[in-house]
């Protein structure tokens, strides 16, 4: 069995030609190139563990009922983390805002709007709109 010189670059480029379309990426053939040239011919990924929580549940469930106004941007720089975390963690301690709840949230804002202002509440038309396009 002979073996030919070759590497990661010029194999990709050869499947990707035979294939027509780049299917073989340079980086993974390199890995697996450098994998059984070591002598390792197992076709198994290790085992990765997960990664460390990096927000305490009670930590944040602290911030979050200090201030139930605050926003998940707030939240995120409260814990030093990204708002993607936050929401994750927020769904763990059950603190997102589901339909129920803003269905509740609009009703109390209803009956809040027909006590001050009752002649806009039977209206047919919406009465706030928001448009979240940016300029």
Same mark, same amino acid.
């Given at each position: 069995? $002979?073996?030919? %010189?070759?590497? @990661? #670059?010029?194999?990709? *480029? ?7 379309? %780049? /299917? ?12 059984? *040239? ?5 076709? &198994?990924?290790?085992? *990765?563990?997960?990664?460390?929580? =990096? ?5 944040? =469930? #602290? +911030? /979050?009922? #200090? ?5 998940? $941007?707030?939240? #995120? @720089?409260?814990?030093? /983390?990204?708002? =993607?975390?936050?929401? +994750?963690?927020?769904?763990? +301690?059950?603190?997102? +805002?589901?339909?129920?709840?803003? *269905? &509740? ?8 709007? @027909? @006590? =001050?202002?009752?002649?806009? /509440?039977?209206? $047919? ?11």
């Amino acid at each position: 069995m $002979s073996r030919t %010189s070759t590497n @990661a #670059a010029e194999t990709a *480029r050869r499947f990707n030609n035979v294939n027509g379309c %780049s /299917v073989a990426k340079e980086n993974t053939l390199s890995f697996w190139f450098q994998r059984f *040239r070591s002598g390792n011919f197992d076709l &198994q990924n290790k085992p *990765r563990g997960r990664p460390e929580t =990096k927000v305490d549940n009670e930590e944040l =469930k #602290a +911030i /979050v009922e #200090a201030d139930l106004s605050q926003t998940m $941007s707030e939240s #995120a @720089a409260g814990c030093g /983390v990204n708002n =993607k975390t936050v929401l +994750i963690y927020l769904k763990q +301690i059950g603190k997102t +805002i589901t339909a129920d709840v803003f *269905r &509740q949230q609009l009703q109390t804002m209803m009956e809040k709007l @027909a @006590a =001050k202002q009752p002649r806009l /509440v039977n209206h $047919s038309r919406p009465l706030l709109l928001q448009d979240n396009a940016r300029p």
